[in-house]
Nanobody, 123 residues
Framework: QVQLVESGGGLVQAGASLRLSCVAS????????MGWFRQAPGKEREFLAA???????VYAESAKGRFTISRNNPINTVYLQTNSLKPEDTAVYYC?????????????????WGQGTQVTVSS
């Protein structure tokens, strides 16, 4: 079983940037797709971005242009660079490991989840 641990969240002002990290332990990422989601209070979990083992990416419309996903396979780490943050980006951000190599945007397509890292953006 793989354990995922996110870090890099915090309290920032609008317009700031944060780089979120997710490290796998127990087992490697392997060739599975990795994704980032977020969940704000009272809202459903929202897909943001996913990256394949080879580096192909897919983004939600809400993430395009401001967020960038990447991964470093030798160190089992996936990143989410978040720029020009807005108050509506406030949420708990989660990374997840996919069921397969295929890029996916549905939460059901992911089998391992981290505990999340809080991002709070003040206006």
């Amino acid at each position: 079983q793989v354990q995922l641990v996110e870090s890099g969240g915090g309290l920032v002002q609008a317009g700031a940037s944060l780089r979120l990290s997710c490290v796998a332990s127990g087992r490697s990422f392997g060739t599975y797709a990795m994704g980032w989601f977020r969940q704000a209070p009272g809202k459903e979990r929202e897909f943001l971005a996913a990256v394949s083992w080879s580096g192909a990416t897919v983004y939600a419309e809400s993430a395009k242009g401001r967020f960038t996903i990447s991964r470093n396979n030798p160190i089992n780490t996936v990143y989410l660079q978040t720029n020009s943050l807005k108050p509506e980006d406030t949420a708990v951000y989660y990374c997840a490991r996919g069921r397969s190599m295929t890029l996916a945007s549905e939460a059901n397509d992911y089998v391992n989840w981290g505990q999340g890292t809080q991002v709070t953006v003040s206006s």
